[in-house]
């Protein structure tokens, strides 16, 4: 399979299963589209109308060259991967690698967008004790097997509402981690409310990432991250992300928004962002119910498809600028990226990846969390729902049939499970807005990698 397409002043066409990809003229992109469907001789005949100042020897020297391109595996490549889609998650053994502890189901903001229901996740206020977390980083290093890096994300709500047993168990971690022959890797998002000295300090000599929650513009920021009083939070946590932005150098975080029917045009967002000196940036889109306020809707696509175009184009421009930016979404490498297991298998949720409640009880992830169906045990019994964790261990891009004729499937991996599910009510369905935009934004990931590419040679 391949995927065809002009962005950027490019013509680039994608080999879906080998990954490369070629950048090409108009006639060898249209002698490509053509290619396995026509003879040679029918091909150079319709190019030699459509493209009359190039010769038909010069076009032969094209088809020649797709010739080879498909005789080396770069193009048209055959999909060999599928037989290996229920073999390889097998292979784990059942490697837990990361954990993603619900520090705190409770939060300081009341943002109406909240898929964790203001921190509650659907249940009670809670913050989790220093002994179930202890238990919880415990589990982790029995269930790791071999692997050495370990990945544990502090999350919540808010977990900074319950920062000093966040420090113990990262303290209780760094103290075992040798013995065992472990490396701790942690991360903590937060809305910034409670960031102070002491969180910017401990966090830059312990945390290898943070991810930071602002959603661009103030009017769009307080309209939605309010606290209980309905005060927006933008002026407050600004000066406090700047600050803990600079004392991390720049780097190892992320300043993560979200964007909602009220902004589509979240490229407004970004620049706001950048402008308060920002680098790292990610825009997610909304995740909430049909028919909820904050949804995007069909009428919202377009405008959101123009803005990650815009955004690849303020990409390039801001490279010439010599002020450069990351965004998440586009950070694709041409040359290796993702192993064949990662491409097919996806994140793990469920089976390499768990998330784990105040009180101990196991999910596939945190947005699962909540959802009783989906409980996978708990912390002390270790896995006891084997059904469940066995939906999403064949939760793979081949267990979606929609994802089968997708040229994208080996970048999105079949997409999130819980975003699959909430649309559909199957772990194995298509959140098809969702991968609308996913397709989107691996064209201008591409043409961005591509452009760069070129303008360094």
Known sequence: MIHRYKLGGCNIVLDVCSGAVHVVDDAAYEMIGMFEEHSREEILDALLGKFPETTRQELGECYDQVASLKEAGKLFTPDTFAPMADTLKKKTGGVVKALCLHIAHTC?????????????????????????????????????????????????????????????LVAYARSIEKEHGKHFRFTLTTNGVLVDEDVIQWANREC????????????????????????????????????????????????????????????????QMLDLGFTELSMEPVVCAAGDPSALTEEDLPIVMEQYEKLAELMLQRDKEGKPFTFYHYMIDLTGGPCIYKRISGCGSGTEYMAVTPWGDLY?????????????????????????????????VYAHEECRDCWARLYCSGGCAANAYHSTGSVTGVYEYGCKLFRKRMECAIMVAVARALGGQ
């Open 364 to 396: 596939p992830c945190h947005q699962f969390v909540g959802e009783e169906r989906f409980k996978l045990g708990n912390i002390w019994d270790g896995v006891t729902n084997t059904e469940i964790q066995e939906e999403f261990r064949k939760c793979n």
């Open 108 to 168: 300081n903001l009341n943002c109406s967008y909240c898929f964790a229901s203001q921190g509650k996740y659907h249940g009670d206020r809670a913050v989790m004790s220093f002994e179930v977390g202890k238990r919880a980083l415990d589990f982790l290093i029995a269930h790791s097997g071999t692997r050495k890096n370990l990945e544990v994300d502090f999350f919540g709500g808010e977990p900074l509402m319950n920062f000093q047993v966040v420090k113990d």
């Open 208 to 271: 290898s990432n943070v991810v930071l929650s602002l959603d661009g513009r103030k009017e769009i920021h307080d309209r939605f991250r309010v606290d209980y009083a309905g005060k927006g939070s933008w002026e407050k946590i600004v000066p406090k992300f700047q600050k803990f932005v600079e004392a991390r150098g720049g780097k190892n975080y992320y300043m993560r928004g979200t964007f909602t029917h009220a902004n589509p045009d979240f490229l407004k967002d970004i620049q």
